[in-house]
Antibody
Framework: QVQLQQWGAGLLRPSETLSLTCAVYGGSFSDYYWSWIRQPPGKGLEWIGEINHSGSTNYNPSLKSRVTISIDASKNQFSLELSSVAAADAAVYFC??????????????????WGKGTTVTVSS | SSELTQDPAVSVALGQTVRITCQGDSLRSYYASWYQQKPGQAPVLVIYGKNNRPSGISDRFSGSSSGNTASLTITGAQAEDEADYYCNSRDSSGNHVVFGGGTKLTVL
């Protein structure tokens, strides 16, 4: 049973860099794609980006210029940095693990493990 | 904007059946996954693949797919099913993850 524990600063000033880390316990670290997802107050889920165990990354094009996701496989941890935060970046940030699979010509991708979320506030 | 489209809100009478839909081009090659989110909690996976339920998820939940549309069906909806539901897949390129905008389910 994989479990995620996430932590990081919850209060930032505009223009600062958001930094969060997620630790993975149990299961196979190398099987998963590790993602960061955020949810502004009262709004839906927004995927920020992902990294695999070898360090290959994919980012949401709308955030790509400000996002860095990194991995420390020796500690089973992955991290998010979002630079130059503004009020629009205030949200609950979740880490999650996703698994790709295929059936015949169909693919599927599912996130079966989630962190509890970190509330990030941006205020001067 | 999301590449997966969901109705913002749906309601169902207690004990009745409700279908929540998700549309998008990527669903022609990806099965959608579905997540339930209650206030103040992280999303929980309820359906993945062709029609698979994780351990511990009620068999009231089922999934189906046709063309560019995926559906989550709740048969005999209960009060505890009231929540936000999100669909998810990878985009058509396979390089990005996408979520639908979410559907708020109200059980009357």
């Amino acid at each position: 049973q994989v479990q995620l524990q996430q932590w990081g600063a919850g209060l930032l000033r505009p223009s600062e860099t958001l930094s969060l880390t997620c630790a993975v316990y149990g299961g196979s670290f190398s099987d998963y794609y590790w993602s960061w997802i955020r949810q502004p107050p009262g709004k839906g889920l927004e995927w920020i980006g992902e990294i695999n165990h070898s360090g290959s990354t994919n980012y949401n094009p709308s955030l790509k210029s400000r996002v860095t996701i990194s991995i420390d496989a020796s500690k089973n941890q992955f991290s998010l940095e979002l630079s130059s935060v503004a009020a629009a970046d205030a949200a609950v940030y979740f880490c999650a693990g996703g698994l790709p699979a295929a059936i015949g010509t169909y693919y599927y991708y599912y996130m079966d493990v989630w962190g509890k979320g970190t509330t990030v506030t941006v205020s001067s | 904007s999301s590449e997966l489209t969901q109705d913002p809100a749906v309601s169902v009478a207690l004990g009745q059946t409700v279908r929540i839909t998700c549309q998008g081009d990527s669903l022609r090659s990806y099965y959608a996954s579905w997540y339930q989110q209650k206030p103040g909690q992280a999303p929980v996976l309820v359906i993945y693949g062709k029609n698979n339920r994780p351990s511990g998820i009620s068999d009231r939940f089922s999934g189906s797919s046709s063309g560019n549309t995926a559906s989550l069906t709740i048969t005999g909806a209960q009060a505890e099913d009231e929540a936000d539901y999100y669909c998810n897949s990878r985009d058509s390129s396979g390089n990005h993850v996408v979520f639908g905008g979410g559907t708020k389910l109200t059980v009357l």
